[in-house]
C-alpha cells in the first residue's frame, strides 16, 4: 500500500466502517503467583488492556485473563540471518481472581509449582514445565480507506511491519472474516493520552466469500456515482 503506482484496486475513503483486529502472540511465563504473572513477549503490549491468555502444561491448562500493569523492551536479540528482534517483559495482573476460574488457577498452580513441606502458595514462583502460552487481545479499528486488496485503519494496536493479524471487519449488515499483513505503519500525536497508529493492512488469504462481501459493499456504497470517494 505504500507504492501508489503498484496499487492492483483503487481505494475508497469510508467513513463509519468499523472492525476488530485479533490480537495473538506467543510469550513465555517467567513467574506466576496466585494475583498475576511476568512474561516475555516479542511485542509490546498497552498498558490498562486486557489479554486473555492460556497456560498449558503437559496435560492440562487453565484460561484466564488480566491487565497489563508494567511493559518495558529488556532486550534485543538476533534473528536467523543477523537482524535483530525485541524481547519486552510485562507484568499482567489476573481478573476475577475470587470466582470459579479462580478456583481453576490456584489448582493449575498446585499442580506445577513445587513447594517445599514448610512453603504456603503464596508469592511468586517458577513453573518450568509450562509451554509457551498464547496472549490474545481484541482491538477495534477504524477504516480509512478501502479496496478489495487492503485497508488503511486506525487502531490502539502498537506493531511491526510484517505482522499478521486476523480481522473481523463490519460491513453493512455482516461481519466479514479476513487476515491481513502488516505493510505500512504510522504512529499518530497522542491525544489525551490515547495512542493512535496507523495501519497499512494488505489482505491475505481471502477466500471467495471474503472477496464478494467485499466486491459487494464497494460496489452498492462507494461506486454510486463515478468516481464518488474515490482516492487515485
Not at 31 to 36: A, D, E, F, R, Y
Not at 47 to 62: K, P, Q, S
Not at 213 to 229: F, K, M, V
Request: charged share 25%.
Amino acid at each position: 500500500m505504500a507504492n501508489t503506482g503498484q496499487r492492483r484496486h483503487r481505494r475508497y475513503e469510508v467513513h463509519d466502517v468499523h472492525g476488530s483486529l485479533l490480537f495473538r502472540t506467543k510469550v513465555r511465563v517467567r513467574n506466576l503467583s496466585v494475583s498475576g504473572l511476568a512474561l516475555e513477549t516479542p511485542e509490546r503490549l498497552q498498558l490498562g488492556r486486557t489479554y486473555a491468555i492460556r497456560l498449558a502444561g503437559a496435560e492440562d491448562a487453565v484460561d484466564v485473563s488480566g491487565k497489563i500493569r508494567w511493559c518495558h523492551l529488556a532486550s534485543t536479540r538476533p534473528k536467523e540471518g543477523g537482524e535483530p528482534r525485541a524481547v519486552y517483559e510485562a507484568g499482567l495482573a489476573f481478573d476475577d481472581v475470587f470466582t470459579e476460574k479462580g478456583k481453576g488457577l490456584l489448582g493449575f498452580l498446585g499442580h506445577h509449582v513445587v513447594l517445599s513441606p514448610h512453603e504456603r502458595l503464596t508469592g511468586r514462583f517458577r513453573a518450568d514445565d509450562l509451554v509457551a502460552a498464547d496472549l490474545e487481545a481484541r482491538y477495534d479499528f477504524e477504516v480509512l480507506k478501502l479496496s478489495l486488496s487492503g485497508m488503511l485503519a486506525r487502531t490502539a494496536l502498537e506493531t511491526s511491519l510484517g505482522s499478521r493479524f486476523g480481522l473481523e471487519l463490519a460491513l453493512g449488515e455482516g461481519v466479514v472474516p479476513l487476515a491481513g499483513r502488516v505493510a505500512w505503519v504510522q504512529r499518530e500525536d497522542a491525544a489525551k493520552g490515547e495512542v493512535a497508529t496507523q495501519l497499512g493492512m494488505e489482505f491475505v488469504e481471502v477466500t471467495g466469500e471474503a472477496q464478494a462481501a467485499l466486491a459487494g459493499y464497494i460496489s452498492r456504497e462507494l461506486e454510486r456515482t463515478p468516481g464518488d470517494g474515490a482516492v487515485s
